[in-house]
């Protein structure tokens, strides 16, 4: 059964020293995404990628939800201008929040906290707590050494290579639109996790 995609969730890079081609991509996503009439959920900052991907849905006409937690909003990277700004009090409360208000998630090049925020939500599908889309951009092969690296947990048996199909791989914002729009959900045998 396709599942219904109407708000995507973007997480990525909040410094703004991150190279142009990262900078088109994002501006391109979020230009497409507010085209397609998805409402776009993210971290709520003005910086980096994060400013980029808002600034650029808002310019087309579109939606944008923001999550900040109360720490960072003190430290002025509030994004003034989005069509919804919610503050919540911890960063792990924002992530709830983040995941409850999203059909999808799709990552873009980031650093530490992008890579909890994927993590996060790629274990929540793992074990079964939600079915919803997971996509990595990989411009520029940004990604590629993490999906080595995760080709390295299935050969360790750390990890079982019907999870690395939760990660659908994606070279070009075009072909995310696409494949919103006909998301089948994979079902994982949950207690096969702890099988050996």
Not at 9 to 38: F, H, P, R, W
Not at 48 to 67: F, H
Not at 180 to 194: Q, R, T, V
Request: charged residues 20%.
């Amino acid at each position: 059964m396709t599942k219904s995609i109407q708000n995507v969730c973007v997480y990525c890079s909040s410094s703004n020293k991150v190279g142009q081609i990262y900078k088109d991509a994002t501006i391109e996503l979020g230009t497409l995404l507010a085209e397609a009439g998805k409402t776009i959920i993210y971290g709520g900052a003005k910086s980096g990628l994060m400013g980029l991907i808002a600034d650029s849905a808002l310019a087309a006409g579109g939606k944008v939800i923001g999550v900040l937690s109360q720490d960072l909003q003190n430290l002025e990277l509030e994004h003034m201008g989005l069509t919804e700004m919610c503050i919540a009090e911890t960063m792990h409360t924002r992530k709830a929040i983040m995941t409850e208000k999203s059909d999808a998630f799709v990552i873009l090049p980031g650093g530490l906290g992008t890579l909890d925020e994927m993590f996060e939500m790629a274990t929540w599908r793992q074990i079964g707590l939600h079915t919803k889309q997971i996509i990595l951009l990989n411009i520029n092969d940004y990604w590629t050494p993490l999906l080595k690296m995760l080709d390295k947990m299935v050969e360790e048996h750390c990890m079982l290579e019907a999870h690395t199909r939760m990660f659908q791989i994606m070279d070009s914002p075009k072909d995310i639109i696409k494949t919103l729009n006909g998301f089948h959900p994979e079902h994982f045998d949950i207690k096969s996790k702890w099988v050996e």
